[in-house]
């Protein structure tokens, strides 16, 4: 074992967590030390996991690297879809980051040592190769999602904390059952409960309870925000404080989408008979009807937390399709997407609150020709909305389009579905760059710059969203230093899912011919 990525890895995760519980022992240390000590806590993890991405060797040898093994088994460790994951992660928690410290809130260091903790259970999600341990880092970053959304939120944030609290905790609990019950029927023992040896164990046993697709599929889809299980998102997004927003919907929402491809896809069969059925459907309601839901709104913060579970369809799509036609480029791209949906997702709830900042609102109606105003904010907008919809040299564009690609065989209104959202999606975002950056100003805009001029998008703010934007285009140009670790990945989990879909019966919707 190399020790050096395996403590560089140690480090990535434990760095914030350390840096964070001194915050939150250190309640009145000095404003500058505890500035100075929270950004290391971000930055260090923004310079380590990418560095590990780096270091990535050939995944024939290694299929999962950088382990280092501590009590019970349990050990820190990468698997070639969480190495780009925590990449991904690391990015955006050094965004949000940045945004707190330039917040002035209420007990501060509490606030910056909650989100630390956040950031840090978040990266320990992906920074495990052990399925329990993956799990429970998951449910260590809700409490602070919690605690942040009912005390430092914004308007409607006790009922949004709540509902988030509940929803997830009973997406949580299923999901907790349906792993255990994997686990076990594996036959694996828990210390030695990677996600390899579980799949690996599943492949080869006997009988598997028939429930413990659904729990799996079902548990960890409300954690991602799988339609109709995802009522909770909106509201939570909209009310949390936004570095909140930009860690949950960027980053720790992915677990669920990671549980289901490693776990459910890989050895569950969760895309066959009735299971896949609903499965399909659910997917297509987070495309079309939760696009129609983002054409509906009116405030900015609003509009894209509803499209964070729209962007979510295509990745369930990209999943489905390769468990019924057991080929790896549906898997491929809904892997893809999810790397650069967190980055383009974070950014834009970034800059969406700087927009606030500056007009007071998000109310669309009381926005507009802020272009002429703050032009720099409005260029990183446009550029954030434009990685969202898939613009070619971001990230999004091959993670949709490859999606799109792996549905050709699918049936002719399948893909007519999908290829709407493409219209959908660009109308409602094209629409909230013009309402918010052109035209004529608001009344209520102009009135406020009356009374309080304001600036343009600040350096803190522009290097946070530069971050973020520049690894998109990272990916959307060099896509190859995401798909070298993820590519074997999907074709192993691909190899069961061909095994599957050689039954006659096995396909949900037959292949056009």
């Known amino acids: 074992m190399d020790t050096f990525p395996a403590t560089l890895l140690a480090l990535t995760v434990t760095t914030p967590l350390i840096v964070g519980l001194v915050l939150l022992a250190g309640r009145h240390l000095p404003r500058g030390f505890a500035s100075g000590f929270a950004f290391a806590g971000f930055a260090l993890p ?140 594996a036959g694996v023992p828990y210390g030695a409960a990677t996600f390899e040896n579980v799949a690996q164990g599943l492949q080869g046993a006997a009988r598997i309870p028939a429930a413990t697709g659904a729990l799996v599929l079902f548990g960890l889809g409300a954690l991602a925000s799988l339609f109709p299980f995802h009522s909770w998102a909106a509201p939570g997004y909209s009310a949390a404080p936004t570095p909140v927003s930009m860690l949950h919907a960027g980053a720790l929402k992915k677990f669920g989408l990671y549980g289901i491809i490693l776990l459910g896809l890989s050895s569950l069969d969760i895309t066959g008979g009735a299971l896949g059925t609903w499965f399909l459907w659910f997917a297509v309601a987070n495309v079309v009807l939760i696009g129609l839901v983002c054409l509906a709104q009116r405030d900015l913060k609003q509009l894209l937390s509803w499209s964070s579970v729209a962007h979510m369809g295509p990745v369930f799509l990209g999943i489905w399709v390769c468990g019924v036609t057991g080929q790896a480029d549906g898997l491929d791209a809904a892997a893809f997407l999810m790397v650069a949906h967190g980055l383009s ?60 690609l792996a549905l050709r065989a699918q049936p002719l209104w399948l893909q007519a579905l999908v290829a709407s959202t493409v219209v959908i999606s660009a109308v409602y975002a094209l629409r909230a760059v013009a309402a918010t ?41 060099i896509p190859s230093l995401v798909t070298k670790s993820v590519n074997p990945v999907a074709a192993g989990v691909a190899t069961f899912s061909q095994h599957n879909a050689q039954t006659p019966a096995r396909s949900v919707v037959p292949a056009q011919r």
């Open 46 to 185: 923004a310079l380590f996991a990418p560095w590990l991405l780096v270091l990535w060797a050939d995944p024939a040898t290694a299929p999962e690297q950088f382990r280092s093994v501590g009590f019970w088994g349990f050990g820190f460790g990468l698997n070639g879809l969480s190495a780009p994951l925590l990449a991904m992660t690391a990015l955006v928690g050094f965004a949000a980051g940045v945004k707190a410290l330039g917040q002035e809130v209420e007990g501060r260091n509490t606030y910056l040592g909650l989100i630390l903790f956040m950031s840090g259970g978040t990266l320990g999600v992906f920074g495990t190769n052990h399925v329990v341990g993956s799990y429970f880092f998951h449910e260590f970053a809700l409490i602070p999602t919690f605690v942040l959304t009912l005390f430092w939120g914004g308007e409607g944030r006790r009922p949004a904390a709540m509902q988030m609290a509940i929803t997830l905790t009973v997406g949580a609990v299923a999901a907790l059952a349906g792993i255990l019950i994997a686990v076990d029927a």
């Open 345 to 404: 997702c974070a950014a834009l709830f970034l800059l969406a609150n700087a927009v606030r900042t500056r007009a007071g609102t998000y109310r669309l109606d009381e926005l507009g020709g802020l272009a002429t105003r703050a032009p720099v904010l409005a260029a990183f907008f446009v550029a954030a909305t434009m990685a969202s919809v898939g613009l070619p040299g971001f990230g999004n564009f091959w993670g949709e389009i490859g999606v799109f």
């Open 437 to 477: 950056f052109f035209g004529p100003a608001s009344e209520a805009l102009e009135k406020r710059w009356a009374v309080a001029p304001f600036a343009d998008l600040g350096w803190a703010e522009r290097f946070a969203a530069g971050v973020l934007l520049a690894a998109s285009l990272a990916i959307g140009f």
